[in-house]
């Protein structure tokens, strides 16, 4: 079957047709330079023009083929037996007993096999893997990516090897060994692990999941917004909430929408909103810059943790394009918010995921959400995978004497 698909460079835009797969555009990579975020990442195109037609022919191709079409991917069965996505869209009516003036949803990636939103791209990199013979996968993680890529591996019968940084969260760290996966904790930091898990890719030829240098990573995570277009209706939002760290997230989100207004699926492209957390907001310090400087991440929002965000030129160009909003929030409006969301809609989200809820509560208390707006929040990861992040939070009670609490109990 020839290929459907071919790379583009987001930032020389050079095309490249005749290859399976590809990392960075090389003209690009050559000139990348340490400490500053990587130029050459690749957006996978398809032939527009001639799906366009068949959706002519057949109006509901897409959806009956679940989007097979639009991804580099032969047969469904690739994915496996662990179903990633299709995850709920969750109404909120309400927040501490106040009726909401706008449609608020919740679209809980949590609920993938792994509890992120990261399986979606580690579906479509395994996937790949099994219909090329490669048993073998590595990638570099804050702890979410490593996870998945561990765990969709077992269920393919493929091998991970996970870089993390020494100080991810202990949880994150038994979840990837106890999927069987080879861990390597590097003394420093994701950026650090990031580097050697690209260079053992360069040494052996070892397939790479690192997101924004495997350009499938942005293809998996693409499909979450083809997912909102169906279960708006065959619309869009008008609002969509995303917590960003490398700023890949945000480039699938923004791929996805992109992909259905190439279609016509849909006539505008919704306003995306990038949070990011104070102590690790180098996207949106640098939005409007001419050249990028790093300052060192530090928040409890682990997974958006990010000194050199891997994908900020992709990120920074849909943000420019198509009008994006840049905000950020502090780590104690991250808690609120965490807590927040928890105790009204029985969601628990991880800090970085709470990062996009604390995003859409500063714009509601600015107003700056429109009557029956339809908003979305994404939300990426569970709470249970760092639940020492919200300790300062909750009080844990002392414990009681069974028989005076039964006499004192009154409700
Ligand atoms: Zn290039």
Request: overall charge neutral; charged content about 20%.
């Amino acid at each position: 079957m020839s290929r459907k698909y071919y790379f583009k460079c987001t930032d020389c835009g050079a095309e490249f047709h005749d290859t399976d797969f590809m990392y960075l555009c090389p003209f690009c990579a050559a000139k990348n330079q340490p400490g500053q975020p990587p130029k050459g990442v690749l957006k996978t195109l398809y032939d527009f023009d001639e799906l366009k037609n068949q959706l002519q022919k057949e109006t509901s191709f897409l959806n009956t083929q679940q989007w097979l079409p639009l991804l580099p991917i032969e047969k469904t069965e690739s994915f496996g037996p662990l179903a990633a996505g299709n995850t709920p869209l969750i109404p909120v009516t309400e927040l501490n007993g106040e009726k909401l003036p706008f449609n608020l949803s919740l679209k809980d990636d949590s609920r993938n096999p792994t509890f992120s939103f990261k399986d979606r791209a580690s579906v479509l990199v395994s996937a790949y893997a099994k219909e090329h013979d490669i048993d073998t996968i590595i990638a570099a993680s804050t702890g979410n990516a490593g996870s998945s890529l561990a765990g969709i591996c077992a269920s393919q019968k493929q091998k991970a090897i996970i870089c993390v940084p020494a100080a991810a969260p202990k949880a994150k760290l038994t979840q990837i060994l106890m999927y069987g996966a080879q861990i390597v904790p590097v003394a420093g930091t994701y950026d650090d692990a990031f580097d050697l898990s690209v260079a053992l890719t360069e040494k052996t030829g070892i397939y790479n999941r690192n997101t924004a240098y495997n350009p499938f990573t942005i293809e998996g995570k693409k499909t979450v917004s083809f997912e909102l277009f169906s279960q708006y209706g065959n619309k869009a939002p008008d609002k969509v909430f995303v917590p960003v760290g490398d700023g890949v997230i945000i480039s699938g989100v923004y791929k996805g929408f992109e992909d259905l207004l190439k279609l016509g699926l849909i006539d505008r492209m919704p306003v995306i909103v990038a949070v990011q957390a104070e102590g690790s907001n180098n996207i949106v310090r640098n939005l409007h810059s001419e050249s990028f400087t790093s300052l060192p991440s530090k928040t409890i929002a682990d997974s958006i943790s990010v000194d050199i965000p891997r994908n900020f030129f992709m990120a920074r160009k849909f943000l420019k394009k198509y009008q994006g909003e840049a905000i950020e929030v502090s780590d104690a409006e991250i808690l609120n918010a965490s807590k927040t969301l928890s105790s009204n809609t029985g969601v628990f989200a991880e800090p970085a995921a709470a990062t996009a809820f604390a995003g859409m509560l500063k714009q509601m208390n600015e107003n700056k959400i429109s009557l029956h707006e339809q908003v979305c929040v994404l939300l990426t990861g569970s709470g249970l995978k760092d639940v020492n992040a919200v300790q300062t939070v909750i009080n844990i009670p002392e414990a009681v004497n069974p028989q005076t609490f039964l006499e004192d109990f009154r409700y």
